[in-house]
């Protein structure tokens, strides 16, 4: 596919250059690559040189049937006119462990805990992960994966397994009166 | 130094303030797209439960009520919970027979300090209510033409 | 001898920006160090997202961000949108466009009563909300409600314009600019206000763009981004505007620009008002199974830059509605600003504790997009 990208182009790696492609439409248009979990700071490092410097966000999807996670990395560069870069890595489900990036982009160290106490992924060399949006306020498995049912953990933990139904009254607000009319 | 801001606090100090005296002495601000409380249709209704799948606070919820209604052979119709309502329409566009509609009687009304006044039966919902109201939003009054979506791969 | 102390600056304060607290380690009146505790506005809205169709999404995507719910909705059905592979009408870009800058100037009106509110200038917190009310007796006339609208939809808006629809909107603008132009002679060129903010929190450019700032913060260093010119969505592409920036980055400038964007609003409501189609379709009706597909939505909001990322895929799910979308994520603006800029800024510079009312208000953050 086509890649408008020269500077990029240059400095990534070799076995990635064929692999760059443009996709998207409208207000998503990027360049797009995806590459091995371990050459992934390697990667970012090449693409900060190449002027992408601000970390907009991880975002961590869960495909159970295929029993991996995928992390997808989006940056952003304001010299090129806000262009977007989106690199994409699958790790396996089972034991996700991947290396850090926060010290390469500053806003990943924040990004990188979301993914822990949400998804569950181990980030190695990075110091202070622990529940920080979560804190104090859920004990379960990290809430996020598809196979946690929030939904039934919430009803049985609170309503003891059954819904509850507001029971009929028949009493109207007109024949009871609001209390703008009871003056 | 603080001569203008001297001058600009004396000249809104004598203009009257802005509050609105709802509902002592004004009428309460109600346009003509102000969506609040609905009215149905009970003779219009079918019973496909298209509304309650629709709506994304889980607020409606049907009622079986016996009566000779000859469209509606499942003989079940929706109720509201009023505490859970977000008022945003999403019921009036999915009925198919645009059995639902919303009106302006709004809120500001509605206050009350008795909470069980809040769950409307389907039979509460299709008396129109007592004051005065302007209906606001009916699906009959417009339907948008299809998409050009894209050809399929 | 260790002469620190530790302060939990809570969510019940008055000069804290809204729902979240902060650790501040003070020595005597100085700030050394300060700590970001999120959580308390937590909802769950992207678990909570994947268990209903698309449409009953856009009512819940509206209710991240309190203050500017708009622009949320605008990325929202931009992403959307992608996904189908269609573009909305003529009509309907113009109208979002007219409809996202009254939003950008409610926004920037609350955003005074946050900011002059704890420093004690409360005069000036009367003046924007008579201004504000006026703007929200105008989303009621057009949409229905006053703040949470559900009026850009995925194929256009929702309903089509009254007939009376120019003057009316001209009419509000009238009533809103002396209010306006009062509020920047009388509080920002008051003496004593710009004796506490200037030359306080200085940012260089290449340090915002480091850390991840964006929106009017960026522009306060002097740099000149803004999603709408550079990337240019909707019918941004065809109105002419100016872009208002800084030139030293303290606090002082970043809060000039938002008095100045307010301005520019006006004037892109009223080009939009004149280039505007009066006849053609104002919506197209979308079916209500979304194909397989990725959208990014990217959005120039009040504060800073919003991205919606929605993922569709119908593999075998484990228990879940087959209308739902698969994955919906949210990056606001704010989580840059509240962690990174202002440890940044604790860390290089003397804050004493008088001035983080000014300083955290400067960067006008919105505690909701942090959590979700």
């Known amino acids: 596919m086509k890649c408008f990208d020269a500077e990029l182009l240059d400095k ?7 692999k760059l492609c443009f996709v998207g439409s409208d207000t998503g248009k990027r360049h797009e690559v995806t590459v091995d979990p371990e050459d992934i700071r390697e990667v970012l490092k090449t693409v ?19 029993g991996v996670f995928e992390l997808v990395y989006m940056l952003t560069s304001i010299d090129k006119k806000g262009a977007l870069v989106t690199i994409r890595t699958r790790i396996l489900r089972d034991n996700p462990v991947i290396e850090t ?66 029971p009929v009254q028949n009493r109207s607000l007109e024949e009871h009166g609001s209390w703008g009319e009871k003056q | 130094m603080v001569l203008k801001q001297l001058g600009l606090a004396l000249k809104y100090l004598f203009r009257r303030p802005y509050t609105r005296m709802f509902p002592i002495k004004e009428e309460e601000y ?101 004051g005065k109201h302007l209906v606001t939003l009916e699906k009959k009054t417009w339907t948008p033409p299809p998409a050009p979506l894209p050809k399929k791969r | 001898m260790n002469k620190t102390v530790t302060v939990f600056l809570g969510p019940q304060h008055p000069g804290a920006p809204g729902n979240v607290s902060f650790k501040v380690v003070l020595d005597g009146e100085q700030v050394i160090d300060i700590d970001l505790i999120p959580g308390f506005l937590h909802r769950g809205f992207e678990k909570m997202m994947e268990y209903r169709r698309w449409d009953m999404d856009l009512v819940m995507s509206a209710r991240i961000c309190v203050e500017d719910p708009d622009h949320v909705e605008l990325t929202y059905t931009h992403a959307v949108e992608q996904i189908f592979g269609i573009e909305p009408p003529e009509k309907a870009k113009y109208i979002r466009v007219i409809v996202a800058e009254f939003s950008r100037i409610a926004s920037h009106l609350l955003w005074l009563m946050h900011f002059a509110g704890p420093i004690a200038a409360r005069y000036a917190v009367g003046w924007a909300i008579a201004a504000r009310e006026e703007v929200l007796k105008w989303f009621d006339y057009i949409t229905g409600h006053r703040i949470y609208h559900h009026y850009i939809f995925p194929g256009g808006v929702r309903w089509n314009i009254p007939s009376d629809f120019k003057e009316k909107t001209l009419k509000v603008l009238k009533t809103i600019e ?11 060129k008051h003496p004593v206000f710009q004796k506490r903010a200037m030359g306080l929190g200085r940012l260089k450019p290449t340090e915002a763009i480091r850390l991840g700032a964006t929106g009017p913060t960026l522009r306060g260093s002097g740099i000149c981004h803004d999603l709408r010119k550079t990337l240019g969505y909707d019918a941004y592409t065809e109105l002419e505007f100016k872009i208002p920036r800084g030139e030293y980055g303290d606090a002082y400038d970043r809060a000039m620009i ?22 053609g379709p104002y919506r197209w009706r979308l079916p209500m199974v979304m194909p397989e597909g990725e959208g990014i939505g990217r959005v120039e909001s009040a504060r800073g830059e919003f991205v919606a990322h929605i993922i569709n895929y119908r593999g075998n799910q484990i228990g879940r509605r087959s209308l739902a979308p698969y994955r919906i994520k949210f990056r606001g603006p704010t989580m840059p600003l509240l962690t990174t800029i202002l440890k940044y800024i604790v860390k290089n510079e003397d804050i004493t504790i008088a001035d983080l009312p000014v300083l955290i208000g400067s960067f ?4 909701p997009d942090i959590d979700r």
Not at chain 1, 12 to 18: H, M, Q, S
Not at chain 2, 45 to 50: L, V, Y
Not at chain 2, 65 to 88: A, H, L
Not at chain 2, 102 to 119: A, C, G, N, P, V
Request: proline share 7%; with cysteine; aromatic share 12%.
């Open chain 3, 258 to 279: 938002r008095i100045n964007e307010i301005y520019e609003s006006m004037n892109i409501i009223r080009q939009a008002l004149e280039k505007m189609p009066m006849d």
């Open chain 3, 364 to 367: 006008d953050p919105c505690p």
């Open chain 2, 30 to 130: 109600v346009t003509g797209r102000t969506r609040a409380r609905h009215i149905l249709y009970m003779d219009r209704c079918t019973g496909c439960t298209a509304c309650q799948m629709a709506c994304p606070a889980d607020a409606i919820k049907m009622y079986y009520i016996e009566g000779d209604y000859p469209k509606n052979r499942r003989k079940i119709f929706p109720g509201i919970d009023y505490s859970r309502c977000t008022y945003c329409g999403l019921c009036v566009e999915a009925c198919p027979v645009s059995a639902l509609v919303m009106t302006s009687y709004t809120m500001q009304h509605l206050i009350t300090d008795d909470k069980k006044t809040t769950l409307y039966t389907p039979e509460m919902l299709a008396k129109p209510p007592r």
């Open chain 1, 12 to 18: 990534l790696p070799e076995k990635y250059r064929d």
């Open chain 1, 101 to 166: 990036v926060s010290d390469i982009y500053p806003l990943a160290y924040y990004q990188e805990i979301e993914a822990y106490e949400f998804f569950g992924i181990m980030f190695r060399g990075h110091n202070g992960l622990r529940q920080w949006i979560l804190e104090d306020n859920w004990a379960g498995p990290p809430p996020l994966r598809k196979d946690v049912d929030t939904r039934k953990i919430v009803l049985e933990l609170y309503y003891g397994g059954k819904r509850y139904e507001r």
């Open chain 3, 178 to 188: 002396p209010l306006v132009k009062d509020i920047e002679v009388g509080f920002f």
């Open chain 1, 48 to 66: 900060l040189e190449a002027g992408y410097q601000q970390l907009v966000g991880i975002t961590v999807i869960d495909y159970p049937d295929q």
